[in-house]
């Protein structure tokens, strides 16, 4: 019996120590020089282009939110379960009659946009993919749109040069193992303890390896793009994102080393953007409508609403042509990529006005790109309405000029000895 319980003590005290290692390894960023490299090369692209687009489209309201059911949330006094459930019946009348991938493709390109990231699955669940796993997708019995929207727009930009990116939300706020029917939904997490439904959560666990497996196996991305950071290993978890876990504060983990090694079986170099994170499988973070105040000391991208929301909206607030130069410029120059979105409408159209300032940017890249793309920071980087980028030889250095009349920025390369 004594034997048995050293035994037993000595295995419990490695798998605790083995958990930990394992811990403390995925809190550490990615050092695998493939990985390395590739960021690299995703770090030379400079501008992207992302689209928020989904059955929300119908309604031209938020992407997904409206049916959480959370304090901030205003559905303008309707009942939340009448309005969720008409909500999560608008799979039966999405059907886009516009959608043309390859007019999106030759706009961004002209745009000067040089990768993708689309929305494969939001929050609500609905997957604009062709899935095993669930029927409540674009091409689900339900749906009349009966197309593969992500297989248009990873092979229409795939065409024109672009990296393809897949954005996926790992909540899911159909799947019954997520927020199951039984209980209600206070808040964005799961609605029932994982202590108690173990098997529940493993199904779910199972449903998003499964759905992910689907999408680096079908379509081969060259980033993941996962958002829903509250779903989150309990080494990430902290005083700021703790109150991301809601009411019941459980720690909601999917096992993201099992999901990583999957999706690299068939592309080793896959960047991975496990958002807000951090560690190995955040290969580059994400802040979300905000440029940082100088340089960031890790690689990173600002995901930025060409308008004031990520869906379509119906006469939705444009920024600027000269805004957004600025913005690309900020960001360059600190280090960053610009990731700007727009929200197709519901028939697959983008929206004039988003259309006329991606050819406005686009012009100017034409005349001055060379001091964006491929570029790298230059001490010390702003300077009042000016901002510095090098090439990677630092054999040439740039200053930009933010100017308040058309075309809004110009380039002057710096002559003489180079700046440190």
């Not at 993201?256 to 080793?268: G, L, Y």
């Not at 000391?297 to 000269?322: I, L, Q, R």
């Not at 960001?331 to 004039?352: H, I, R």
């Not at 090439?391 to 440190?420: M, N």
């Amino acid at each position: 019996m004594k034997k048995t319980l050293l035994a037993f003590a000595a295995v419990s005290l490695f798998t605790f120590h083995f958990s930990l290692c394992q811990a403390q390894h995925d809190s550490i960023p990615e050092s695998d020089p493939v990985i390395v490299n590739r960021i690299g090369e995703w770090q030379d692209l400079k501008f992207g282009f992302m689209m928020h687009w989904g059955i929300y489209a119908q309604w031209g309201i938020v992407e997904s939110w409206n049916i959480c059911n959370e304090p901030w949330i205003n559905r303008g006094g309707a009942n939340y379960e009448d309005y969720k459930r008409a909500y999560q019946a608008l799979n039966r009348t999405f059907n886009p009659k516009h959608f043309t991938p390859e007019q999106w493709a030759a706009a961004a390109k002209a745009a000067g946009m040089r990768y993708v990231v689309f929305t494969t699955k939001h929050h609500d669940g609905f997957c604009m993919f062709d899935t095993r796993y669930t029927d409540y997708s674009s091409t689900g019995k339900d749906c009349p749109a009966q197309t593969d929207f992500t297989r248009g727009v990873v092979d229409a930009f795939r065409a024109q040069g672009f990296w393809t990116g897949l954005y996926f939300s790992k909540p899911d706020w159909h799947n019954d193992d997520y927020w199951a029917h039984e209980w209600a939904t206070p808040d964005r997490n799961v609605n029932y303890s994982i202590a108690d439904h173990p098997d529940r959560w493993q199904s779910f666990c199972d449903f998003t390896y499964n759905q992910i497996q689907e999408l680096t196996r079908n379509y081969r991305p060259d980033i993941l793009w996962l958002d829903g950071g509250w779903i989150r290993p309990a080494w990430s978890v902290n005083d700021e994102t703790r109150p991301w876990l809601g009411c019941s504060g459980q720690v909601q983990d999917i096992d993201m080393p099992r999901i990583a090694t999957m999706a690299r079986e068939d592309n080793p170099q896959l960047i991975i953007v496990d958002r807000s994170v951090g560690g190995r499988y955040e290969n580059y973070r994400t802040p979300e409508k905000q440029v940082p105040d100088t340089l960031l000391p890790y690689p990173w991208e600002t995901c930025m609403t060409m308008g004031d929301s990520w869906s379509y909206v119906p006469n939705d607030n444009y920024k600027s042509a000269k805004t957004l130069i600025h913005m690309l410029c900020d960001v360059v120059a600190k280090g960053g990529n610009l990731l700007l979105n727009v929200g197709p409408d519901a028939d697959g159209n983008l929206p004039a006005e988003a259309l006329q300032r991606m050819d406005e940017i686009g012009r100017w890249l034409d005349k001055y790109g060379y001091a964006i793309y491929g570029t790298r920071p230059l001490y010390p980087y702003c300077e009042g309405n000016v901002r510095y980028t090098q090439s990677k030889d630092c054999k040439h250095q740039y200053a930009i000029t933010l100017t308040d009349e058309a075309p809004y920025a110009t380039v002057k390369e710096l002559k003489g000895k180079a700046r440190k």
